[in-house]
């Protein structure tokens, strides 16, 4: 029996166990934290987490019943509710027909189920375990990790998968024994968690529409806020440092939101979002790609570790569970190992540098362009052609988060010959405006 190392006991790093357990690896997870199931501060930096079509394909392909269980505990959201600057609430529907939905879904509890699964597998679980570096068998070459502290011991394995997040541990040995292309941007734009408590008498009911995500566009900064079960929403603003760093007083703070999110500050509560921002940490938002992903049949990198996207797209998880799929998916199909290790690095990359450009250009959409008349005049023609012409016509947004079969990189080059036609018919619509309302004002003036 092969035996894998997975180091990361987070989301993707946990469904890769299982899925290799189920194959007949004998697996060990190793993590440098404690057990996050014991920890008692677990929502100061949890953007909330939307399971879309992706995620889902890959864990019912690990498991359908943990698919299963999942799935009880989201909340649809069928679109964005946009908030503008009197209150005023705006559905835009993310589907064609309005039932299409991602699913909103607690990122601690879904954590602490995954680890609960593997425990239930039988796999091995080593907390406390801080990678120092990977050393090589001289007589096998099988990867030996090392851990900081002389009291742990090392660990040899047949194969090392690194699910170690995006500074990851098992990348920067990688990058040692490969010739790794690798692109790190840090973008300008930081985020800090609130939360909206849930109301009524039994406080378990909700304020808003738990059924959308709420969205604060304000072009350059926005609030989110996402439905959890207990009727309280995760919300979390996003700004550029420079408008974080001026927030830096309760009056500053105050003064700020009922300007640009009046009806919020009621909704999350004066204190409570002053508490939030003198208590809870500022987070950084970066994107990374590297190539290839790994060193022969020895070490492969996935999730974070390989590809790590801003949050914008809500397809963080979903790409990095996608990963677990489609290398268990590569490890049945090849010969050995090593020739599904090389296949995945030759084909993944394209998509992943498909969806990290997407999930960056998304916050434009996000911030800015959901308030712009010409953005939902194409928008509806979108649909309008899609209704028309069915499957040979699918939105961006469509395929990325409701179409599993179509890879990111796909799902790009139709858009971009879509976005092309898009353009056309939509400056047609325009410029037929703009010349009847010329014919009229002319009519007019002649009078």
Aim: glycine fraction near 6%; hydrophobic fraction near 40%; charged fraction near 25%.
């Amino acid at each position: 029996m092969s035996t894998v190392g997975v180091v990361g006991a987070g989301l993707v790093g946990c469904l890769a166990a299982l899925g290799l357990s189920k194959k007949g690896y004998k697996v060990t997870i190793l993590e440098l934290r404690d057990d996050p199931r014991k920890s008692q501060n677990k929502n100061l930096r949890s953007i909330n987490l939307a399971v879309s079509n992706r995620g889902i394909n890959a864990l019912e392909y690990v498991d359908p019943e943990l698919a299963e269980i999942v799935l009880s505990k989201v909340i649809p959201m069928t679109g964005r509710m946009i908030h503008n600057l009197e209150g005023v609430q705006t559905s835009q529907n993310y589907g064609l027909t309005g039932k299409e939905a991602i699913n909103s879904i607690d990122r601690s509890y879904l954590n602490e189920l995954l680890l609960n699964e593997v425990e239930k597998a039988g796999i091995t679980l080593k907390f406390n375990h801080k990678l120092d570096r990977i050393d090589f068998n001289n007589d096998n070459g099988n990867p030996i990790l090392k851990f900081i502290g002389n009291e742990i011991e090392p660990l040899e394995f047949d194969f090392i998968i690194g699910a170690d997040g995006s500074f990851s541990k098992v990348r920067q040995n990688l990058q040692k024994f490969i010739r790794m292309d690798y692109q790190q941007e840090y973008i300008d734009c930081g985020y800090l968690e609130l939360s909206i408590p849930g109301g009524g008498p039994q406080q378990n009911e909700f304020l808003l529409d738990k059924n959308h995500l709420h969205i604060w566009p304000r072009d350059k900064f926005m609030l989110i806020a996402l439905a959890n079960l207990d009727g309280s929403f995760t919300s979390t603003f996003f700004a550029p440092w420079d408008i974080l760093e001026k927030l830096s007083n309760d009056d500053a703070v105050l003064e700020f939101f009922e300007k640009y999110f009046k009806d919020s500050v009621e909704l999350i509560g004066k204190d409570h979002l002053l508490k939030c921002f003198r208590d809870h940490p500022r987070g950084s938002l970066l994107t990374l790609n590297c190539k290839p992903y790994h060193f022969a049949n020895k070490v492969i990198v996935i999730g974070d570790a390989a590809h790590s996207m801003v949050p914008f797209y809500g397809q963080g998880m979903n790409c990095g569970f996608e990963d677990v799929y489609v290398l268990l998916k590569l490890l049945e199909q090849e010969k050995d190992v090593g020739a599904a290790f090389s296949k995945y690095s030759e084909t993944r990359y394209k998509d992943l540098a498909s969806i990290l450009e997407l999930a960056k250009e998304n916050y434009k959409e996000m911030s800015h362009k959901v308030n712009s008349k010409v953005f939902l005049l194409k928008k509806q023609i979108d649909f309008i052609l899609t209704r028309i012409l069915k499957d040979k016509w699918l939105p961006l947004y469509t395929m990325i988060s409701f179409r599993q079969d179509i890879m990111y990189s796909k799902a790009v080059e139709v858009h971009q010959r879509q976005d092309k036609i898009l353009k056309i018919i939509q400056n047609v619509i325009l410029g037929a405006a703009v010349f009847g309302a010329s014919r009229v004002y002319k009519y007019l003036t002649q009078k």
